[in-house]
């Protein structure tokens, strides 16, 4: 491993799908660029998910409205990156199994689409077309959006990664920050170097690295866990486009379900405190059997767990410290693929006007 540099105009904390973003938008604009990571790239959060991209965030046009513009990016990745991305369009679909809930949908489906997203209330009968999993007589209507794809997270990092180092940025792995000092100097048991400006972008360790310069990120991290099922039996399999089939999510649990090779991926977050983890199995088998009854009673294994950085309202932080040269991005709460381009295109946009 080459030795760290003694300074850099900006070091960017985290080689995250978040992280390598902020390093090839930074070093793309002409910024000496640094990055640190404490493990290997895309180690963390951005190697555990579901592998989808989507724009409709039901409650949160905000958010969607950085989707929005992440797709976009996601769609000239390779013109910019030289890296092509296989995105695979599958679609989001919202089930909705109250009346409260439809009325949610249609008082913000004003500002979904003023954000640009492309969300419809559908009927039952057409989320099962959809899903063919999905049992109509157990769901109101469905919120769908076409615009959600899977895409292997590690290839976003990896072509942001090539595509920062050939703009002349140095990535350094196995190299946790130990100290942020008071003038930015970002110390590792490597080496330290001295930076003009420290760009937050840990993941679930973001708020442990913000507090290095004495800043307050009030993150708390978000325990989720991944559930393979067993492999259906074959006359569910050969249900039309079942391999295609969106990711689905019920809007009352929160449970979401993708098609993934010969099995069902699916997750809904992780075991209440308190709550033993076959009780949460227990209720997640039980909205299995209500809402998609080909897999009632089918056994669920665990995918890969992890912690996802969370804020207060699940909205992302992005933004700079009003008196030191920190900026940050976190608390994305599991959807940082969704947001990585726009939220790298923001820090380079707030560190060149500082």
Known sequence: MSALPARADAVVIGGGVI???AAFHLAEAGVDTVLLERGSLGGGASAHTAGMVRTYFPGDPRTGRTAVRSLNAYHDFARRTAAPLALKRL????LFTDEQQIADFEAG???QQAAGVQVDLISARAAAELNPLVDERAVLAAAW??????????DIVRGYAAA???HGARLFTHTPVTRIGDDNTVHTAQGSIKADSVVCAAGPWSGEVASMASVDLPLTPHAIEMLFTDIPP??????????EMPMTMHAASGLRLRSWQDRILLAMGAPKAGEAREAWLGRIAGHLGTLFPALDGIGLHRAWSGDFDASPDNAAFIGAHPTRRFLYAAGFTGAGLCQAPAAGEKLRDLLIAK
């Open 19 to 21: 992280g390598t973003s």
């Open 91 to 94: 679609g989001f679909m919202a």
């Open 109 to 111: 489906h004003q500002a």
């Open 145 to 154: 959006s076409p615009e959600a794809y899977h895409v292997d997270g590690l």
């Open 164 to 166: 920062a180092r050939d």
């Open 234 to 243: 074959s006359p569910h399999r050969e249900m039309p486009e079942i391999s």
